[in-house]
């Protein structure tokens, strides 16, 4: 079984940043796809970022420049920088890592919340 636990997030200004972290135990780290996702209230869960093992990445275009994915191997953890935020950032922020069909394991989630 696969387990991913979140965290790094909280209550932030506008223009702030924050470091998201996801630590994943219980299947080889440097043969999945970790990603980021992210759900506000009321709207659909959006992906944010990903990266593939042999490290490609994937922004949603409205966080490019912002947002930046990275992961460690040895320490089997994921990171989501997350700078210049805005309240539109305000959701909570999934880490998901994905093995195949049928094989994607999910996070609890950390709050994310953008206030002046």
């Known amino acids: 079984q696969v387990h991913l636990v979140e965290s790094g997030g909280g209550s932030v200004r506008p223009g702030g940043s924050l470091r998201l972290s996801c630590a994943v135990s219980g299947r080889a780290f440097s043969l999945n796809t970790v990603s980021w996702y992210r759900q506000a209230p009321g709207k659909e869960r959006e992906l944010v970022a990903s990266?593939?093992?042999?490290?490609?990445?994937n922004y949603l275009d409205s966080v490019k420049g912002r947002f930046t994915i990275s992961r460690t191997k040895a320490r089997n953890t994921a990171y989501l920088q997350i700078n210049n935020l805005t309240s539109e950032d305000t959701a909570v922020y999934y880490c998901?890592?994905?093995?195949?069909?049928?094989?994607?394991?999910w996070g609890q989630g950390t709050q994310v919340t953008v206030s002046s």
């Open positions: 998901s890592s994905f093995y195949g069909p049928g094989a994607q394991f």
């Open positions: 990266m593939i093992a042999s490290g490609q990445t």
